[in-house]
């Protein structure tokens, strides 16, 4: 029986890393696609001597990662500078995807989920897994969530979850939709995860 592959996405504060953890536990393997990526970038990451030869040793920090900042003020003046810098970071991710996959596959796991943050804008990632998981949850939880844990401001956490998918869009693409919103308990959202990883085949 091949392992199932679920594609894991939700909005920002949507809880997506709770219910990774518990999907976890569950015995799924997870591959998070954004921490693949953010290695790639960080101190010694596979993507920095590329980058620096593209956009110049100015883009790279002292310590040896990219410099984030200047790279998306880069972006922002020059959209044409993200598409070279996705052209150097995606072959790098899709290679390191690869090799994770291919060690979950030999250590017998019989799900693996995918962490996709942007898996609905993106449309490379729907033909790549079997089943769709959305993790939803109404637009005031995800703004109270985000201002609770981090210092942004509603109006910037609004503008965020405007740039995102929007959220009927996101659960058009869902086979499984987990629905996590404010005054859920844990133990609510607990069972829900059960029942979607035992139609994983956990």
């Known amino acids: ?17 709770t219910v990774l953890q518990m999907l976890a536990a569950a015995g799924a393997a997870v591959i998070d696609a954004d921490a693949i990526s953010r290695s790639t970038t960080a101190a010694g990451g ?21 410099d984030r900042e200047r790279m998306r003020e880069r972006v922002y003046e020059e959209p044409q500078a993200r598409r070279e810098l996705e052209a150097i970071v995606h072959p790098l991710v899709g290679a390191e995807t690869a090799r994770q996959v291919q060690a979950a596959l030999a250590a ?36 109270a969530r985000v201002v609770a844990r981090s210092a942004l401001q509603p109006a910037q956490v609004e503008a965020i ?12 693409a ?11 308990s844990l133990q609510a959202l607990q069972a829900q995860v059960r029942e979607a990883a035992r139609s994983f085949g956990l």
């Open 1 to 17: 029986m091949p392992a199932m592959r679920i594609g894991l996405t939700g909005g920002i504060g949507s809880g997506k890393s």
């Open 174 to 184: 869902a086979d499984t939709v987990i629905f996590n919103d404010g005054g859920l």
């Open 46 to 66: 596979a993507a920095i001597a590329a980058i620096a030869a593209r956009f110049g040793p100015a883009f790279i920090t002292p310590e040896g990662a990219l």
């Open 161 to 172: 979850i405007a740039a995102q998918a929007p959220r009927a869009l996101r659960l058009a």
């Open 108 to 143: 017998g796991a019989a799900c693996i989920v995918f962490d996709i943050p942007l898996l609905v804008e993106s449309g490379r990632w729907r033909h790549q897994v079997d089943r769709v998981l959305v993790i939803d949850c109404t637009p005031a939880t995800q703004v």
